[in-house]
């Protein structure tokens, strides 16, 4: 392990919940990689909880940035900034690595090919007394389902053997190499997405413009499309309430969309596109008509006795109405006012 590449985590918190970033960090701490070619940043908003403090009780370096409190993409780019290591990984406080071996496993495709640039896992995973909405998450390999059916999220469900986004180039015991183009790249840059830090300071130079599906297309525009997807999953936390995760993406959607309409580069669903259409078609018919999403439930409760398959119509529906309302809501808003 002599030669392998120094790692900086980069974590984005605000009044994060206790239990659970107490367990990354232990996690963390568990790491088969050696602790010398390690540093974590935590970029705070100004938490109040004691969120802080649990961080620099285990040696992470914290900076607060009340200025930057609903600003968690500006943090992240400062953090980018800030890290010294050869490579960078975006891993929130809500993100469990599910082995001692993690980090040297997300690290080994940089060490064997110089072309990768970027790794991530291929899988959600869970534990049977996680919240429905989390077990869900790994099944699907998203928890939004606008993000399944538009085959634009970085997972795979669970039960998927090998994985299908991009044109896979090569494959090991631990994971396939996967080349992207613009058409095919999916949503990455949090959530465990390990990066080469000399690559993104080619595109992370003003935090205020930093969104993270933006600089990696940047970054394909470089020439960089080839990933490492790693063989093994991280725990992503989902809050068990379906409304408020309902609301929170709606946020995302009018916060990181709405308002950079026309200035944004990695767009989740794209007119231009005709599969982003075709999808998009499919999604809503589906989740207006249930069975589709009804029979993928079926299908997956067969394979893993778990009743959490069952959120996948009402999810659907779910979506379909806050997305809508959304939408028709910024339309309203931009012919009228």
Not at 31 to 46: A, R, W
Not at 111 to 125: R, W
Not at 187 to 215: C, E, Q, W
Not at 248 to 272: I, Q
Request: overall charge positive.
């Amino acid at each position: 392990m002599k030669n392998y590449p120094s790692i900086s985590i980069v974590t984005t918190t605000l009044n994060s919940s206790l239990p659970i970033f107490e367990r990354v960090l232990k996690t963390l701490e568990s790491q088969s990689y050696p602790k010398n070619l390690i540093e974590h940043i935590v970029m705070d908003g100004g938490s109040i909880n004691g969120t802080v403090g649990l961080a620099r009780k285990y040696h992470c370096e914290a900076s607060v940035h009340k200025d930057l409190m609903m600003k968690e993409q500006n943090r992240a780019s400062l953090g980018i900034q800030k890290a010294r290591g050869d490579l960078i990984v975006i891993l929130q406080s809500d993100n469990i690595p599910t082995s001692k071996n993690w980090l040297r496993e997300m690290v080994q495709p940089f060490i064997d090919n110089k072309k990768v640039f970027c790794t991530f896992s291929a899988y959600n995973s869970y534990e049977k007394d996680m919240s429905a909405t989390t077990r869900y998450g790994a099944f699907f390999g998203a928890a939004d389902p606008v993000l399944y059916f538009l085959k634009k999220s970085d997972k795979i469900p669970l039960a998927q053997k090998r994985y299908d986004k991009g044109e896979i180039i090569g494959e090991t015991s631990g994971y396939w190499l996967a080349k992207f183009d613009k058409e095919t790249l999916p949503t990455l840059g949090d959530n465990g997405t390990m990066f080469r830090r000399d690559i993104m300071s080619k595109v992370n130079k003003k935090p205020k413009l930093y969104v993270h599906p933006d600089a990696f297309v940047m970054m394909l525009d470089l020439g960089y499309n080839t990933c490492g997807v790693i063989k093994n999953s991280v725990i992503h936390i989902i809050p068990p309430n379906i409304f408020h995760y309902a609301k929170r993406r709606v946020w995302v959607k009018e916060t990181f969309y709405d308002g950079w309409r026309g200035n944004r580069k990695y767009l989740v669903f794209n007119w231009r596109s005709n599969k982003d259409r075709l999808n998009l078609i499919k999604f809503i018919f589906f989740s207006l008509t249930f069975v589709i999403p009804l029979a993928e439930s079926i299908r997956g409760y067969v394979k893993i006795r778990d009743k959490a398959w069952f959120l996948h119509p009402i999810l659907c529906f779910l979506m379909l109405v806050s997305y809508g309302s959304s939408e028709i809501a910024w339309f309203i808003k931009k012919r009228y006012f």
